[in-house]
């Protein structure tokens, strides 16, 4: 498996990926908002508010995952992004690729001097990868949590997760309830 910042031409298929990967753990209907969710953020996006990097299977140049960082901001100037979505295509799931790909995703961040990471999953998946659970009360998501446990950041740098007084807020493509 290969990793790599995604290329423009990549995007019908990192669609594709997140809606078949998405509708085979959630069902169809999740599946194609996933897919729109992720076309949206990497065609309405300011090029400096994202990062998009992809698995690829190095024999057959089919992508087996994807993951999308987009910035937050605070109140305060804080270097920041949040990763979400994420996707491995089922066949590929439970091989570590998903691990390798975000590590590879963070690393890239920290070379560019980001200093936070964010994201709102499965704590069980995210600590593997260095996310700690973060209360609201510390750092305020940026819309209402349905889920407030799966609520989670890493430093990048060797301070701990700050705390941040204030609202944040993510990009347009993600500020919508239903994905909170
Ligand atoms: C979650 C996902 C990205 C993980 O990718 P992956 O390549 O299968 O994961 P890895 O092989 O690197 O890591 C496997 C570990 O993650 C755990 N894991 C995998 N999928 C998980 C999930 N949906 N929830 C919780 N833990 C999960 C496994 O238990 C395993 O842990 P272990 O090694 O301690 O047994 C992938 O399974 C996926 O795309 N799932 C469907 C979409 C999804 O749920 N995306 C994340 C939304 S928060």
């Not at 995007?11 to 509708?23: D, G, R, S, V």
């Not at 701990?160 to 909170?180: D, F, M, T």
């Amino acid at each position: 498996m290969e990793f790599f910042a995604y290329q423009q031409s990549d995007i019908p298929e990192i669609q594709a990926l997140f809606h078949q990967t998405f509708a085979d753990s959630e069902g169809e209907a999740e599946g194609k908002i996933i897919g729109e969710l992720a076309a949206e953020l990497l065609t309405r996006t300011p090029q400096e508010d994202l990062y998009c990097f992809v698995a690829k299977n190095e024999n057959n140049k089919e992508l087996a995952g994807c993951i999308i960082f987009s910035r937050m901001q605070f109140e305060q100037p804080v270097t920041a992004f949040i990763l979400s979505p994420v996707a491995v295509l089922t066949p590929y799931q439970g091989q570590g690729i998903g691990q390798k790909l975000i590590r590879f995703g963070l690393d890239k961040l920290r070379q560019d001097g980001v200093e936070l990471a964010f994201t709102y999953g499965d704590p069980s998946f995210y600590y593997q990868v260095g996310f700690e659970q973060i209360p609201e009360t510390h750092i305020k998501a940026p819309q209402p949590l349905s889920y407030p446990i799966g609520w989670l950041a890493q430093s990048l740098t060797e301070a701990a997760v700050p705390h941040i007084p204030g609202k944040s807020s993510c990009v347009p493509a993600l500020n919508n309830a239903e994905y909170w």
